[in-house]
């Protein structure tokens, strides 16, 4: 796990071809915008989950103190 994070220049280079032969050109683009319009709805879910936490509930009945 440690060495995924150090990947030299020349790893990363050997990575986009071997996807690149995998995928094809054309694949790539479809592949890049896929992976884009994922995280943005990742991103969007992340802000209305914030966004639900910092809003009070209104449907859990409040707790009275006997």
Known sequence: MIFAFMA??????IC???I??????K????????????K???SKGLKEGEQEDELPAKDEPKQ???
């Open 27 to 38: 694949k790539i683009p479809e592949l890049a915008r896929a992976l884009g319009k994922a």
């Open 16 to 18: 986009i071809l071997v």
């Open 20 to 25: 690149a032969v995998l995928f094809g050109g």
């Open 8 to 13: 030299g220049p020349w790893q990363i280079v």
């Open 64 to 66: 009275v103190e006997a």
């Open 40 to 42: 943005g709805e990742f």
